[in-house]
């Protein structure tokens, strides 16, 4: 399971614009969880369902 998340984390970090907001907190959580990558995952994940969505709607 460890690979998994870490291919997900590589999958997120590659995938979003440098700058991007979404990114730069994944990698704050990972340096603030090193070597505990399944937490640093999960504080992003929380941490996401308690922003509000950006268009202000729920998806479909």
Request: glycine share 2%.
């Amino acid at each position: 399971m460890r690979q998994q998340v870490i291919d997900l984390i590589l999958d997120i970090i590659s995938a979003t614009d440098p700058q991007s907001e979404v990114r730069l907190r994944l990698l704050r959580h990972l340096a603030a969880h090193p070597d505990r990558p399944e937490q640093a995952l999960l504080c992003h994940l929380l941490e996401n369902a308690r922003r509000p969505l950006a268009t202000g709607r729920l998806p479909n």
